[in-house]
């Protein structure tokens, strides 16, 4: 199947990308990398008028050290995280979950922005950046605003944008040089959507702990009890049955063999920051 008859614009900036967004009625759809809107397209499960294409703007692409974070445009690619570009580093988490999305050419075009404006409860970035503590950017009619993730994602394939609103970039903080982190994730194969995910960072120097779960029916959770005894007790505080227990808290209607799943991701995640 293929797509029905669009019209198609790459704005010069992000302002011009808000006013044609405003404009088209509800029937205009952004697209940067398009690795989730082009199937969705060619499914005809949506049918726009207009594609408004981002990807190219100047403001959306920039990769920044701001000194105490990484402002990430949100037209920034996959690979380019991966790879380390712009001083970004190819051993921190950033890179390190970069080079676990799909495929490499998936890698080549898809964007941060693009994933969490789709807000695929399975995805990486909506896990891995959350655990993060980011913030997104949003550029709108009414001006500029900030929400943290946590906040921006509401539901499954839901957050907070409005229909003429642009996801700018991404803020995400620095760790300090103590700071700990893991992202596991398991997958039937290599390349597809996880069955079940987790990632963890411990700050000590920012007084920062945070161990989340993805591949949940909405949007990633926080254990943030199995969080604080981690960081004070170490792997000692994570045994099976915390584990298994802080999952049964965060979802009680969850079906055993799910259960399992998650505990082991949450298991082996904590394992990479805590190896004994």
Not at 135 to 145: A, D, F, I, L, Y
Not at 194 to 219: C, F, N
Not at 240 to 249: H, K, L, T, V
Request: include cysteine; charge should be negative.
């Amino acid at each position: 199947m293929k797509p029905v008859i669009f019209d198609y614009l790459r704005p010069r900036d992000i302002d011009e990308a808000v006013r044609v967004l405003a404009s088209g009625d509800g029937e205009a759809k952004l697209i940067s990398g398009g690795q989730s809107l082009g199937p969705m397209l060619n499914l005809r499960l949506i049918r726009p008028r207009l594609l408004i294409d981002v990807g190219h703007i100047p403001e959306m692409k920039r990769l920044e050290d701001r000194g105490d974070a990484w402002c990430i445009g949100a037209a920034v690619t996959h690979s380019s995280l991966e790879d380390g570009r712009n001083g970004i580093g190819s051993e921190g988490m950033i890179a390190a979950v970069a080079r676990q999305i799909a495929y490499r050419a998936v890698r080549n075009r898809g964007t941060v922005g693009g994933s969490l404006a789709h807000a695929d409860p399975a995805a990486d970035w909506p896990l891995a950046l959350y655990a993060m503590d980011a913030t997104v950017n949003v550029v709108g009619p009414k001006g500029r605003r900030t929400e943290r993730l946590g906040d921006f994602m509401i539901a499954s394939f839901t957050t907070t944008l409005d229909e003429a609103e642009v996801i700018e970039s991404v803020t995400v903080p620095k760790p300090s040089s103590s700071a700990r982190w893991g992202y596991y994730k398991f997958c039937r194969k290599a390349g597809e959507f996880p069955d079940a995910s987790a990632a963890i960072v411990v700050d000590p120097d920012r007084h920062y702990a945070r161990i989340a779960v993805g591949a949940l029916d909405t949007t990633p959770k926080s254990l943030s009890r199995l969080a604080a005894q981690v960081s004070k007790g170490g792997r000692a505080a994570a045994t099976d049955d915390a584990c298994s227990d802080a999952i049964r808290e965060m979802a009680e209607d969850m079906d055993a063999i799910d259960l399992q799943i998650h505990t082991a991701a949450l298991t082996r995640v904590i394992q990479q920051v805590y190896p004994q």
